[in-house]
């Protein structure tokens, strides 16, 4: 075959058909070139506890995972549902505080805490988020970030659950290799659950309430209703991981409503790509073990953190996702003329 | 085509409707009825409250007072998706499609919602399983090219003559009732004026009665079996086209002294 009937061709161009989520699939290649990012996300999220170095990395892959829960939840209420929720420490310390209840004072085991806090804690974000839901942007975003402060502060002030020493002696999972498989085995579910809820039909309702709520109102819609299944869902997903994070320090107390759990997800967000569900678990995996790495510097750690951060938003503004997607959609190949 | 409706009770009834905004009056005491399957038409100039009343019986605002009908039950003040469950929707005068979407999947919102599910949507049908598919139908009916790829390009980039048919369409998803136009004509080329009219026939041919609120008086007047003009949110004159073409009061408001025939031409 000679050079000139051949010439370069994208490979997405022969797949995709009119609009997103229909493909003319030809052959086992085309087929391969679908599957592979998600094959290698997964095989990669998989592999990470079994590449880790020693029990101290293993557990870093477990806060990742815990972190990138929340990142994702965050970045559902934000760009799907457009509620920009700063609540994330508010997720993560009612999940806590619920596993630690029902694990300490009542001696259930971990594996029913965590989905009890999950159900329950969400419940009860959603009942407490409920009177902000007509608010809209940085509204929304600046009560939601009062949640956090306001329960660490009730706990604190009425002494409850433990008071600032917190609650003690919660059961750990049974070993390591449980710990690290289930939170990794959720995060998955969690994220390949959402991209499937966001493009159903009931996902579409989420997205035109951010586009034009008024108009969802006008086609019969109750958007309180929706808004509420949107918050129960994220914070669902963020109780679960704080009642993860409880069993894993088998402690829980008021540090689990530092704002750090609000913030680093949304770090975590900006840096991995807004709006791609993927992106926000990428950008843990990126900003969690470095801000491990950065701990021999001592206070100046955060300095180097933010530094990271400065430069990513920057030159990669769009977030690492949306690049290597830009990427991986120009792979060329051959074709014949 | 013209339709008479004297004797039946009417569908849609307003009755002493007030709305102020601080202390301007956007609405004193307006009566008005909407019989079952005409076309009725509101005119007034800018400011005299025409979407006001759109708002008020659409939920999108509490009137100050007085009570608003449909069929007989009190709907004053009720939420806006109660109303348009009810069967009474409304386009927008600033369009408002959901732009990061396709044109299609707009459509699948309104016939996600309970209304569309009891009623099977436009042309009913009953099972709503696939409401891509339904939502093309009713693109194709309203006029966008099904074989093109029109339909499902991103909202953002069809223009304003799609936009209108779009927020049409909207409305239709749910099966309406009422359907209420708000300036569905403004903005449109004269030829996309000339094709929304027989569609506007069309529809009150399948059984909808249709308020339209218009500045294209020349089109509105075409269409509508009554008229009812506004200024400065009171009532002015209610009548056939021809009635109100006719009242001097009409033309004072309107137009100051010029004459409503000269004005047409242009219109």
Sequence with gaps: MSKENR?????????????????ALLSWREMAYLIAP??????????????????????????????????????????????????????????????GIFNAYFGMPPLVTIPLAAIAGGGFCTLLLLPCLPLRGVYFAIVTLMYPLFMARIIEAFDLFGGT????????????????????????????????????????????????DQAVRAS????????????????????????????????????????????????ATVIGGAG???????????????????????????????????????????????FAKRKYEQIERWTQV | ???????????????????TFGGVAALSHVDLDVHEGEVLGIIGPNGSGKTTTVNAITG?????????????KDITGKKPHKIADMGITRTFQIMRPYYSLPAFKNLVIPLFSPRARRTGGWRGGGNLGDRKTIAIDILEEIGFERDSYIPFKTTSTLPTGYLKRLELARCLALKPEILICDEIFSGLSMSEIASMVPLIE???????????????????FQVANRVMVLNFGEKLVEGTPEEVMADDRVKEAYFGSEKIEEVMTYA
């Excluded at chain 1, 070993?175 to 289930?182: D, N």
């Excluded at chain 1, 914070?235 to 913030?263: K, P, V």
């Excluded at chain 1, 950065?294 to 030159?315: C, E, H, K, M, P």
């Design chain 1, 7 to 23: 010439r370069k061709e994208r490979i997405d161009r022969g797949i995709k058909v009119r609009s997103d989520g229909l493909y």
């Design chain 2, 202 to 220: 069309r529809l009150q041919d399948d059984g909808i009665t249709i308020v339209m609120i218009e500045h294209r008086l020349r089109e509105l």
């Design chain 1, 220 to 267: 019969g819609i109750n958007i309180t209703h929706y808004k509420a299944l949107a918050v129960f869902i994220a914070s669902a997903m963020g109780c679960l991981a704080g009642a993860c994070l409880t069993h894993i320090y088998m402690w829980s107390g008021i540090s689990q409503f530092a704002l750090d759990f609000s913030i680093l997800p949304i770090a």
């Design chain 2, 60 to 72: 999108f605002i509490r009137p100050s007072g007085g009570r608003i009908y449909f069929k007989g």
């Design chain 2, 1 to 19: 085509m013209k339709h008479n409706s004297n004797q039946t009770p009417p569908m849609l009834r307003m009755e002493n409707v007030s709305k």
């Design chain 1, 38 to 99: 998600r094959f290698i996300l997964i095989a990669g999220l998989l592999a990470l506890p079994l590449l880790m170095p020693g029990l101290y990395w293993q557990r870093v892959i477990s806060i990742v995972c815990i972190y990138a829960m929340v990142a994702i939840s965050f970045d559902f209420l934000a760009h799907y549902v457009g509620l920009v929720c700063l609540g994330g420490a508010f997720f993560i310390g009612v999940g806590g505080y619920i596993a």
């Design chain 1, 276 to 322: 791609t569900l993927a992106g926000p678990v990428i950008g843990c995996l990126i900003l969690v073990p470095i801000s491990e790495l950065l701990r021999d510097f001592g206070t100046l750690r955060i300095v180097f953190y933010a530094s990271i951060l400065v430069a990513f938003i920057l030159f990669r503004s769009d977030g690492i996702m949306a």
């Design chain 1, 165 to 212: 020493d917190g609650i003690l002696g919660i059961d750990s999972f049974s070993s390591a290799f449980v710990e690290q498989y289930f939170v990794v085995g959720i995060l998955l579910v969690f994220l390949f659950g959402l991209r499937r809820l966001v493009n159903t039909d009931m996902g579409l309702i989420f997205t035109a309430i951010m586009d034009n």
